[in-house]
């Protein structure tokens, strides 16, 4: 998720050559925006990092790439062990020069594009950590409730991500390396340059590929040995197809430009009445609602309406207490669901892509919606 937001696989490009086709554009920190469906210019190496080397950051003479950037004003740690006082252990990339090959991956775990992506990295870490890899999770929030460790625990051992997680809750380590995607991957060599960066989802083959080329570069140079093995966990993760033809759409009034049938950008309770032809890849809001800049928050009985075209729908959302919500297509009940977590719920998943008219029905008070993502 964003700045221009789109749902599907991207093609990679090492650093070098700079070749990126973007399907995800992710919110700068201090003011995010929104804009689904278009796809992003080709992009180069991260601003931040195209220059002179960054504190903290080493290289070696004579080596492609471009020196790495530390983890910079973490929040918080998960997945790194504790200390004597059961504190989280901190941990940095400079610990790891010389002696790891590192991935370093910026994430959010509401956000479907990386969820999709946290397969293929469980299985390399599974595959590749005894043999000197080291993946780095960057979590960097889009919305408020993802700050909260907590959260981030839960849906890290929701997922079975069990490699090291850094909270980047002011944006750092984001800063640091110029970074504008979720989720996007950089893959540092043993000698602490950056030599992969890959946008959002996609090419996991050529991703493992290069992996593979960095530990046994790695094992050259420590004079270890390297197993035989030409097979890519990445082929056993079963493929996941997407087909969104709508944009990621919110609720909240700093991002809410798709609202038709309110007053768009305004915080505040609005009272509004959903019309009977719905426009495609419009939201409409039908009884009070109360729009804050993240979330809106319905009173019981409101509902939401939004013509779409895509195979899934998925809703974040969260509630004070549970709240079940009815979702109906094209008029019919297809299953009630029961929001509680902040977190990523899935609305509708069908065989095949299509134009569909989706409603909600809420039952009760206390909740917060804040996005519409398609896949």
């Not at 700079?18 to 992710?26: I, K, T």
């Not at 940095?92 to 956000?111: A, H, P, R, W």
């Amino acid at each position: 998720m964003k700045a221009e937001y789109t749902i599907g696989a991207v093609v990679s490009g090492i650093v070098v050559s700079g070749l990126l086709f973007l399907f995800l554009v992710s919110p700068s920190p201090a003011a995010p925006t929104a804009a689904s469906g278009a796809q992003a210019p080709e992009a180069a190496l991260s601003p931040a990092l195209a220059g002179a080397p960054t504190q903290g950051s080493a290289s070696a003479p004579g080596t492609k790439g471009v020196p790495y950037a530390e983890i910079t004003d973490p929040s918080g740690f998960v997945n790194t062990g504790t200390n004597a006082d059961g504190s989280p252990k901190p941990i940095t990339i400079k610990q790891f020069i010389g002696k790891k090959v590192i991935l370093v991956d910026f994430l959010t775990y509401s956000c479907i594009n990386c969820q999709r992506t946290f397969p293929y990295l469980n299985a390399w870490y599974e595959k590749y950590k005894d043999q000197g890899l080291e993946i780095i999770g960057i979590h960097t929030p889009e919305f408020a409730f993802e700050k909260d460790i907590n959260n981030v625990r839960a849906a890290m051992q929701k997922f079975g991500i069990t490699h090291p997680i850094v909270l980047d809750n002011n944006y750092g380590t984001w800063n640091a390396y110029g970074n504008q995607y979720w989720p996007r991957k950089y893959l540092i060599d043993i000698h602490g340059n950056i030599v992969y960066d890959h946008v959002g989802e996609g090419a996991y083959d050529e991703t493992e590929m290069k992996i593979k080329e960095l530990l046994a570069e790695r094992a050259k140079a420590l004079g270890t040995d390297m197993p035989a093995d030409g097979s890519l966990a990445a082929s056993a993760v079963p493929a996941v197809s997407t087909a969104a033809g709508s944009p990621e759409t919110y609720f909240g009034s700093a991002r809410n430009q798709y609202l038709a049938n309110g007053a768009s950008g305004t915080a505040g309770k609005q009272t509004l009445s959903l019309p009977q032809t719905p426009a495609p890849n419009k939201l409409y809001l039908g009884g009070t609602w109360d729009i804050s800049s993240e979330y809106a928050a319905p009173e019981d009985g409101a509902s939401v309406l939004y013509r779409y075209n895509a195979k899934n729908v998925y809703l974040v959302a969260s509630a004070a207490a549970p709240v079940n919500v009815d979702v109906l297509q094209d008029g019919a009940l297809v299953r009630t669901v029961t929001i509680a977590a902040s977190t990523l719920y899935p609305l509708i998943e069908d065989a095949a892509a299509g134009e569909h008219t989706l409603l909600l029905r809420v039952k009760g008070t206390g909740l917060k919606l804040y996005t519409f993502t398609f896949g």
